[in-house]
């Protein structure tokens, strides 16, 4: 059951399965927060936060037997999920979009302060937190696009 969840019921597998690499997968991921995210885009604010909070406890969960020294295998991708599901708390249309390039820019390149230092944490915690601190960038900078538009 924990592979299932780590791999995002399944997501995290399709690059491997269609391209034979875990290259893009952190992507797939992220593309099935925004699902989630859309299917949430009329709920209050604090219903995004539930489902964010159950997402990043999922994935601290789902991603701890395969978290060996400071290891994050390109299939987990639960983690990707919950810090892109942070970055959309309470917002939709330009500001929702706007979060979500910034968290996965975020993660992939891991260049914004405090990044790569939460991925050097140990255990499921590295592998979560990088995610989750790339989706408080988005989430503030789609706070900000709410406040300019």
Not at 43 to 54: E, F, N, Q, Y
Not at 116 to 130: N, V
């Amino acid at each position: 059951m924990q592979r299932l969840v780590a791999t995002g019921f399944g997501v995290g597998l399709i690059p491997q399965r269609a391209f034979k690499t875990d290259n893009g997968a952190g992507t797939f991921g992220a593309a099935l927060a925004a699902l989630i995210g859309l299917a949430l885009w009329s709920a209050p604010w604090w219903v995004d936060l539930l489902v964010a909070a159950a997402a990043i406890g999922l994935s601290l969960w789902a991603a701890a037997p395969f978290a060996g020294k400071h290891s994050d295998p390109g299939w987990v991708v639960i983690d990707e999920v919950a810090g892109t599901l942070v970055a959309f708390i309470g917002l939709q249309g330009l500001p929702w979009l706007v979060a979500l390039v910034v968290a996965r820019l975020g993660d992939i390149f891991k260049v914004l302060p405090g990044v790569p230092q939460a991925e050097r944490l140990p255990g499921a915690f590295g592998i979560t937190a990088d995610d989750v601190v790339a989706g408080l960038y988005g989430l503030a900078v789609g706070w900000i696009a709410v406040a300019l538009l």
